[in-house]
């Protein structure tokens, strides 16, 4: 079965760069979420879009912006980088509200 | 979203079932428990959900009390391979609503 594709998988960023992930959901979803694990730690809700449209809205950095395009896919822009954005960025996707499955994962590291 | 409790470690004999307690004393008649687990920085798994009813799937099961304030996730042969980091997370059923991660339970399968 189709899963979530995410890319980059690695990305390695020097401090004020900006990086850009994407992320391609299952076919047939319509919701995107995004999520932050920071080492150690549990991961952490960002944005989520419900066709198209923004629909709920975590700790996320104003540094940080997303959208999703008409194709469903997603993509989270990251400016002005720094070093604790240093993550693994999770993006999960779903038909309508139903349960989430997730990708495997973009690992940014910011030097 | 109401906050859930679950022990931070268990561990479990191979070939075995794991029972794995989570305590959600708050939750609301809206809510669904959820499970989740994590393989070592592999995006979040999956595994199943209920709102008051008993469920199973071909991974687990899952057992609610009549008062839904407590629930049991059941792995009926434990595997070297399910050892992982669980979450169980009660969400409402909503386009775009996030999953909030978190302390979950580490479970380790010995063999």
């Known amino acids: 079965a189709a899963g979530v594709i995410q890319s980059p998988r690695h990305l390695i960023k020097e401090k004020r760069e900006t990086a850009t992930l994407k992320c391609y959901p299952i076919?047939?979803?319509?919701?995107v979420y995004w999520y932050q694990q920071g080492p150690g730690q549990d991961p952490q809700f960002l944005i989520s879009f419900y066709e198209k449209m923004q629909s709920d809205k975590g700790s996320i950095p104003d540094r940080f912006s997303a959208q999703q395009f008409s194709d469903y896919h997603s993509e989270l822009n990251m400016s002005s980088l720094e070093l604790g954005d240093s993550a693994l960025y999770f993006c999960?996707?779903?038909?309508?509200?139903?349960?989430?499955?997730f990708g495997p994962g973009t690992r940014l590291t910011v030097t | 979203d109401a906050k859930t409790t679950q022990p931070p470690s268990m561990d479990c004999a191979e070939g075995r079932a794991a029972n794995l307690p989570c305590n959600h004393s708050?939750?609301?008649?809206?809510?669904?428990v959820y499970w989740y687990r994590q393989i070592h920085s592999q995006g979040p798994q999956y595994i199943i959900h209920g709102l008051k009813n008993n469920e199973t799937n071909e991974m687990a099961s899952l057992i609610i009390t009549e008062d839904r304030k407590s629930s049991t996730l059941i792995l009926p042969h434990a595997t070297l391979r399910d050892t992982a980091v669980y979450y169980c997370i009660v969400r409402v059923l909503e386009y775009g609503n996030k999953l909030v991660f978190g302390a979950g339970t580490i479970l380790r399968v010995k063999s």
């Open positions: 076919p047939r979803h319509d919701t």
């Open positions: 999960a996707s779903s038909r309508s509200g139903y349960e989430q499955y």
């Open positions: 708050t939750i609301s008649g809206n809510e669904y």
